[in-house]
């Protein structure tokens, strides 16, 4: 019995996130062929693979369920049916899912506790590592030396409500293409509600060509930028107060609760793509990034400023093309293909 293999796109890439490699396929694959290699070595030797990959995969293979042990002490496992080690699989992901989601509903309940508690208790905070910048304008310019100063990886959680630097509520935009351009890695995870927001969809999704990424969550629990995983800035809750106050923390103590609370946000969110522009007219796109976000028929209406009826036919069409029966499946085929704009 052989596994089809569907190029990158799809079982090789499916098997990769079971947290398997090629080797461990094509292990397992020779274990579901036939029981005609007795030994390891007889095994490593069809495979074209040295004894120590070949028992490394086992390993790998035997810790994610895929085989039973074997019988003898010199004997091969046996591999487990495909459908019943997958199966297994699959609900102690989903286990450690809902694990990780208890985590994170407990570092949302402390994040802002802590930051209170610091902001009040604090007497020299830059002795352990935590600086309180206050002023819009001077947490803007520390916020810029950050992502300056970055050197492998920025990461950002974004939610309103926003600075406004125009009327509509728009965010003042933060030059995070600036590090992708010196080879430094870019996450957002952006909360579904600032997409509200007329344009920003279309300027995140600039930002996405530009090589940032960026997903997608619901009911962020914070603000946050942690550059190289040493500092994080926690931006106050409502900074269009001028009197507002942020965090600058490099305390270890704390930073290993918010990079692991960014981490977690990360793996929540859905992931949105920009890969495949040729395929799809930009007003479309910003069209199924807005329904993907929850937008009513009414409101995207009015972001696009077209009439409701034309909003609804171009949907049913873009659903006939994505081969979905519901709007939720357009919105998770579009955000598969790379058709959102964020």
Do not use: C
């Not at 286990?95 to 402390?110: D, F, K, M, N, V």
Request: net charge neutral.
């Amino acid at each position: 019995m052989r596994i089809p293999q569907v190029g990158l796109n799809g079982w090789d890439t499916q098997w990769q996130a079971l947290g398997l490699g090629p080797d461990e396929l094509r292990v397992y694959e020779a274990l579901l062929d036939a029981p005609g290699h007795p030994t390891r070595t007889a095994l490593a030797q069809s495979l074209g693979l040295t004894a120590r990959r070949v028992a490394k995969a086992l390993d790998h293979l035997a810790g994610h369920g895929f085989t039973q042990p074997a019988r003898g002490a010199a004997g091969l496992p046996a591999a487990v049916a495909p459908s019943t080690a997958l199966r297994s699989l699959i609900h102690l992901r989903q286990a450690e899912i809902l694990h990780r989601s208890a985590e994170l509903e407990e570092l949302t309940g402390s994040v802002d506790r802590i930051a209170a508690q610091l902001l009040s208790s604090v007497n020299t905070p830059r002795a352990i590592g935590i600086e309180t910048v206050r002023g819009g304008a001077a947490i803007g310019a520390r916020v810029a030396s950050l992502l300056v100063s970055a050197s492998e990886e920025v990461a950002l959680l974004d939610r309103p409500p926003y600075a406004t630097s125009q009327p509509d509520g728009m965010p003042a935009p933060l030059d995070v293409a600036e590090p992708v351009r010196r080879g430094v890695r870019v996450r957002v995870a952006v909360d579904r509600e600032g997409l509200s927001f007329q344009g920003r969809a279309r300027g995140l999704g600039d930002l996405a060509v530009q090589g940032v990424q960026i997903r997608v969550g619901t009911d962020l629990p914070t603000k946050l930028i942690t550059v190289d995983r040493r500092v994080t800035l926690l931006p106050p809750t409502d900074a269009a107060d001028p009197t507002a106050s942020a965090l600058v923390v490099s305390d270890s103590l704390l930073s290993n609760a918010l990079v692991p609370l960014f981490e977690a946000v990360w793996e929540r969110a859905v992931p949105i793509g920009s890969v495949t522009h040729d395929r799809i007219t930009d007003e479309d796109r910003e069209l199924l990034t807005m329904l993907a976000s929850g937008l009513k028929d009414e409101a995207m209406a009015r972001r696009l400023d077209i009439h409701v009826h034309t909003v609804r036919r171009r949907i049913t069409r873009l659903m006939h093309a994505l081969n979905a029966e519901t709007r939720f499946q357009a919105g998770v085929q579009a955000a598969l293909r790379g058709w959102l704009t964020v």
